[in-house]
Each structure stands twice: as C-alpha cells, then as structure tokens.
C-alpha cells in the first residue's frame, strides 16, 4: 500500500489528522481549479470548502478505481458547475424582481479577475482569456481549463471527465477554434 492509499484509509476511519493532511495536500489544486471556473475568488473559496466537507461525508464511496486526485477534480468541477447555475438562477430571479419594483442590483463578477498561476504583466491578456473561457460551451471550458491551467494531461482529463483521450482532443480542437474567434472579434473591437 502506497502512501496515498494508506492516507486515504484513514480517512476512511475519520482520522481527522489524515483530514488535515488531504486538505493541506489538495486545498490548493482545488481551489485553482474551482477559480478557473467560476472565476471569483470568494465563489472558489466557497467551493473548496464544500468540496472539501463533501470529501469528509464520503470519502467511504471512493473506491480506488482511480487516482484520490482524479476523485477531487470530478468533485471540484460539480460543485462549481452547481454553484454557477444557481448563480444563474439567482440573476434571472433578481432580474425578474427587478421587473416587479425590487430595485436590488447584484454586483455578479468582480471588476478584475486574478488566477494565482498568472503572472503580473500577463494579468489584462489573462483577464481577456479568462472572459472568453466563459463563453465556451461547458464541456470545452472544463477540459480547456484542465489542460492549460491545472497543466492536466489528456489522458487524465479523459479520467477526470470520464471520456474518452479522443473526446478531450475534440473539446480541446473546438475550444482552441472557439476562443480563437471569440478573442479576434474581442481584439478587433478593442483597437477599432
């Protein structure tokens, strides 16, 4: 049994000291990953910590038929997903209010968007990037921001969204063509 393994079947026991060990060990792949969806600090914050008090609840449901680490990105990425559609929802709900009399705005993405592996004088173009990624289909944001963020292999991408390493080099052909029009018309509207 390989040291992984071993910390996981203590986590299995409820030993909290090995709870500890996994979160110092994954906080950081988590919330980065969880950031690169949704793109709000506070929101990926929120989602580390749900994750993590998800991992806690069934880590006895984790079978070992793959990596913990593939087991968490499928976690991260539900629990972000989740969190942006009910923020969806919450906007088309106050946008119906609003119709009603409720003048309540909600400020729904921050003025800047920071990710911790983008480097300063990159942050604008990073910014830019991140606004497009946004405008992907869901599939193709994921297995984009996997690759090129998180630095995720095909083939783990294939383990993390359960399908197949030709799937991923598809979603990861039309994310690339996608953002490469999205990010022209965005360009081209900025110099003009």
């Known amino acids: 049994m390989n040291e992984s393994e071993e ?3 203590q ?3 409820g030993d909290q000291s090995s709870f500890s060990v996994v979160v110092n060990k994954y906080q950081d792949l988590v919330y980065n990953t969880a950031l690169g969806i949704v793109q709000n600090a506070e929101d990926a914050d929120d989602i580390t910590q749900e994750v993590f008090v998800q991992v806690h609840l069934s880590v006895s449901s984790f079978k070992g038929d793959s990596k913990f680490s593939t087991w968490l990105y499928r976690i991260t990425i539900s629990k ?3 969190h942006e559609k009910k923020k ?3 906007k088309r709900f106050a946008f119906v209010q609003s119709l009603f009399g409720s003048h309540e705005a909600e400020d729904i993405h921050p003025v800047e968007f920071n990710h911790p592996g983008v480097q300063l004088e990159r942050k604008e173009s990073a910014a830019d990037l991140f606004r497009a990624l946004k405008q992907l289909p869901e599939n193709q944001r994921i297995a984009f921001t996997l690759h090129k963020v998180e630095g995720q292999t095909h083939q783990e991408i294939a383990a993390i969204m359960n399908l197949s390493i030709y ?3 598809s979603l ?3 994310a690339k063509a996608n953002l490469k ?7 081209h509207k900025k110099i003009a």
């Open 7 to 9: 910390l996981i079947e």
């Open 11 to 13: 986590l299995k026991k």
């Open 80 to 82: 972000a997903l989740d």
């Open 88 to 90: 969806k929802r919450k």
């Open 167 to 169: 799937a991923v080099e």
């Open 172 to 174: 990861m052909g039309r």
């Open 181 to 187: 029009k999205l990010l022209e018309v965005y360009y």
